[in-house]
């Protein structure tokens, strides 16, 4: 390589023109050089060296660095480089390629978080197969989804979290509470929370409080700062730190029943439902929150919610669950719907509240109470959060 620190008048070393320095050598009369001398001379010779040929290899390095050739994210066909010696380099794509790192994010669920939530548990049985009976009981069979979902999406390399482990009665308040805090945890761990230490602490506590009321009814104040209609000023802090979030979604696990009512056998619906929130918070077969008449703050909807994410989510759980598993497509007129559920409703994260078909109807049945049968469904489920964070990235 060519050290170009020399001045551009330097004589080139073939042409017959006096050297100054041997000039002036030559004026003077050689004297014996003691052997300290010697060494002395020998080490600053060395210094001399080492600083140059650090000087061009740090150069070259710095440039080759600028050139993106190390870049993860270079998508040059054709990098040219020039050395500190003024040498070209042209390197051809498939050499780059050959040194550079993929720039794509993998396609499986690595670095992506998912906030399990299976329904009822303890008092709280939902719904059954045979009608108000002790078999084929809903917390059991979402504690089963979760817990076979939850190792498809660890298998594919996401962070699960799961709200509920045993058959004991958690309120929808203290779920919610515990999904902020996840969140909380999160950001923080990120070093993206959006307020200060103190105010952390606040709202951290004010959690804590709800988690241990553990009740639903906003007399005994298990709802906290979240009663009422509308986003408070507290609950709108938490959305906008979990806005940022985008790559932690929730899921309530949750099973459909429909009986007559009067002779309370099975009415023919069936398939899957997937329900998503919007900032009205409009049920799609229910309509508008109704009035509350507890004394809980009613408030405007607030906007800010990403909904159309919310509906993207949705959809593209839909279509992977029927488009391997038939039988689970719905025969309801609009089975992806807007729902004002709490536990989507009181949280900024993208999220749905999935019902994995109908315990009263004997096909998805089969599915519901056969682990074998889940596996797949559940497989489908984990291709559809791909899909969905290959979307929207
Ligand atoms: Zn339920």
């Known amino acids: ?17 006096p050297n100054p320095t041997r000039t002036y050598s030559q004026t003077r009369r050689p004297t014996r050089m003691s052997k300290a001398e010697i060494a002395r001379r020998q080490f600053i010779a060395k210094c ?46 498939a050499a780059v390629e050959s040194t550079t790192e993929p ?48 190792d498809e999406l660890r298998g594919r390399g996401a962070t699960v979290y799961i709200t509920r482990t045993e058959d004991n009665y958690y309120s929808l308040y203290y779920r919610i509470a515990e999904v902020h805090l996840i969140c909380m945890d999160i950001a923080k761990e990120r070093g993206i929370l959006p307020f200060s230490a103190e105010r952390e602490q606040e709202l951290r506590g004010m959690l804590q409080k709800i988690k241990e009321v553990n009740d639903n009814s906003y007399d005994k104040g298990g709802m906290g700062f979240m009663a009422g209609t509308g986003v408070g000023a507290d609950l709108k802090e938490l959305f906008e730190m979990e806005y940022q979030l985008t790559d932690v979604v929730f899921m309530s696990i949750h099973i459909n029943a429909h009986y007559d009512e009067t002779t309370f056998e099975p009415v023919n619906h069936h398939g899957i439902e997937v329900t998503y929130v919007t900032d009205d918070a409009v049920n799609e077969y229910e309509g508008k929150p109704k009035n509350q008449t507890s004394g809980a703050p009613v408030r405007d909807p607030y906007h800010g919610r990403p909904n159309e994410h919310n509906l993207l989510y949705a959809q593209t759980l839909y279509d992977a669950i029927i488009a391997d598993n038939p039988s689970l497509a719905s025969n309801m007129d609009k089975p992806v719907y807007t729902a004002n559920w709490a536990v989507i409703r009181k949280i900024g994260l993208v999220g749905t509240l999935l019902e994995f078909g109908f315990i009263s109807h004997e096909t998805d049945r089969a599915i519901l109470i056969d682990d074998a049968k889940l596996q797949p469904v559940c497989s489908s489920v984990a291709d559809g959060l791909e899909e969905y964070f290959k979307q929207i990235r």
């Open 1 to 17: 390589m060519m050290n170009n620190n020399q001045p551009q008048s330097r004589p080139n070393r073939g042409a017959h023109q």
């Open 48 to 93: 001399i060296i080492v600083v140059c040929m650090t000087l061009v290899l740090g150069g070259g390095v710095f440039l080759l660095f600028r050139s993106g050739l190390f870049s993860k994210s270079s998508s040059k066909k054709e990098t040219t480089i020039t050395t500190t010696a003024g040498t070209v380099v042209t390197t051809t794509s």
């Open 103 to 150: 720039t794509t994010p993998p396609d499986d669920l690595t670095g992506y978080t998912v906030i399990l939530d299976p329904g009822h548990g303890g008092w709280d049985r939902g719904t059954s197969y045979p009608y108000n009976s002790d078999q084929n009981e809903e917390p059991t069979i979402t504690i089963r989804i979760a817990n076979i979902l939850a």
